[in-house]
């Protein structure tokens, strides 16, 4: 039995003139294939699941993060708006409208406050400031949201942190 | 040969007291079922590929098609801004990026102009008006829009037509 036989086989199912011996050792052999060939598909076939997951999620990631500027920029333009002129209401419904629809696909803004504390998972600090009312590492404005989608991270707070020693680890 | 043997078998590989012929056809049996095995992992390999593709363009047609009534309100807003204003410049970078990034995906609009022959394929005829001087089933005005992502079209054009007998099919 030195012939490993492959998929697109010529070998024949059983050697011509085989005795009994070697026909039980390719009956085993044969079996043996077989149900490695199953156990290989059902691997994939569990991988697959795991990636068509991973692969929807990948996607709604690139095309939602890569709006975000969008949403930034739309946001800076409502705040320069006069409020209460209609040019005004109609952005803010264009931004609802936007931040809703991502909203639809699992994007959540988180917002750090004045005050909480600087946390690493969440917050990228860009500048620190020495603040008489604030404990150090607490942070003391955001200039960026955060934003999550679904449990993942998408981007972090842009965050001005008071100053004082680094957090502890 | 009664016994069909399964994936979590106990059926033994070769069975006690078999004959020469009987293993024989074990050997062969055991053979077609590892080449079954096989062609089915390969068939779902292939099925596997092509999924994977559509999946993707899926779930861009998904988060982009959401996004085209922000898209559209955004214009809105921007033809309601005063031009020269730096609001209006604001909003025009917003809707430039905003079209940018989604172009990166694979966005690509496709403008109806008035005189363009109907097609039922890019563009919804919302109503029909006479014309002195445009042929039967012409475009008067779009309304709205068609956009494609790759070679599909995600939403056709609202356009107003020429009144006149429908086109041929």
Redesign the interface.
Known sequence: MTET?N?S?VVP??EPGAD?EQ??A???E??????R??????N??KR?AR??EE??RM??ES??G??L??LD??E??LD??AAGT??HE??L??QK??AR??G??GLVEIIAKPGDQFDANLHEAVSQIESADQPDNAVIEQLQSAYKLGDRLLRPARVVVSKGAPPAA
Chains 1, 2 share one sequence.
């Open positions: 036989p998929n086989a199912p059983a009994l026909l039980k390719q009956v085993a044969n079996w043996d294939k077989f149900l060939a199953t156990a290989d598909f059902d994939y076939r697959v990636e068509r692969l929807g996607t709604r095309v939602i890569a709006l500027p969008s920029n739309l800076r333009a320069h708006s209609a040019l109609g952005l419904q264009v409208q936007f629809t991502l639809e696909f």
